[in-house]
């Protein structure tokens, strides 16, 4: 799948700034049934400043349950919670659509301190 979208309008390096994305370890995965699509639940330890979140990931296509807990994602933490199903979901965990349209997740190429903002 390619993609079909133009780039996004020109912004200032302030508006960058006002999106939080942090990195942070996965503790937790589990399924997550009740989502309207399928999803697991996360919970990422994002350090002691921020702490642990949930997450509603779409990821159950090209990641398995097993190979998520211990593994660092990328987490925009500024957005409002929302509400998904059940839980809420506190942050936005970060991903890129393969060839098909499923989700990827976004990868460290090694590992850094939980909490790490991206710049």
């Given at each position: 799948m390619t993609s079909d979208t133009a780039p996004a309008d020109t912004i200032g390096f302030d508006d960058f700034l006002k999106v939080d994305i942090r990195?942070?370890?996965?503790?937790?995965?589990?399924p997550f049934p009740e989502a309207r699509k399928p999803a697991f639940r996360l919970v990422i330890d994002f350090g002691p400043e921020i702490g642990r979140k949930k997450s509603s990931?779409?990821?159950?296509?090209?990641?398995?349950?097993?190979?998520?807990v211990g593994r660092q994602v990328m987490a925009v933490v500024n957005f409002p919670a929302?509400?998904?199903?059940?839980?809420?979901?506190?942050?936005?965990?970060?991903?890129?659509?393969?060839?098909?349209?499923?989700?990827?997740?976004a990868a460290l190429s090694q590992p850094v301190p939980n909490g790490g903002r991206l710049f």
């Open positions: 990195v942070g370890t996965i503790v937790s995965a589990e990931a779409q990821i159950t296509v090209r990641h398995s349950l097993d190979e998520l929302r509400q998904i199903g059940p839980m809420r979901s506190e942050v936005l965990t970060l991903g890129f659509p393969d060839d098909e349209g499923n989700v990827v997740l």
